[in-house]
């Protein structure tokens, strides 16, 4: 059974950090390209960052420079580490695994950014 489950999640002040984990089983984990992706009310989810099973990475302008993603493949764990934080960031946290046409989802986990 595939289950990626992440954690990390909660209140912060505009300007603050936090870090997310997502963290995976029953896959293959390093043959993965993991992706974050957020959603916030009334709006369209949106790829927030990715990282190739070769370590690339990629970054939207709304977030470069701010967030950075990183993977440990010996834990099966993919990272975000999001700092200086803003309340639009403020959505639900999904992270995504995906190889060909295999892919899963996680539940998600709600990042607020508020004073």
């Known amino acids: 059974q595939v289950q990626l489950v992440e954690s990390g999640g909660g209140l912060v002040q505009p300007g603050g950090s936090l870090r997310l984990s997502c963290a995976s089983s029953g896959i293959t984990f390093s043959i993965y390209d993991m992706r974050w992706y957020r959603q916030a009310p009334g709006r369209q989810r949106e790829m927030v960052t990715t990282i190739t099973r070769g370590g690339t990475t990629r970054y939207p302008d709304s977030v470069k420079g701010r967030f950075t993603i990183s993977r440990d493949n010996a834990k099966n764990t993919v990272y975000l580490q999001m700092n200086n934080l803003r309340p639009e960031d403020t959505a639900v946290y999904s992270c995504?695994?995906?190889?060909?046409?295999?892919?899963?989802w996680g539940q998600g986990t709600q990042v607020t950014v508020a004073s």
């Open positions: 995504n695994a995906k190889w060909y046409t295999s892919e899963y």
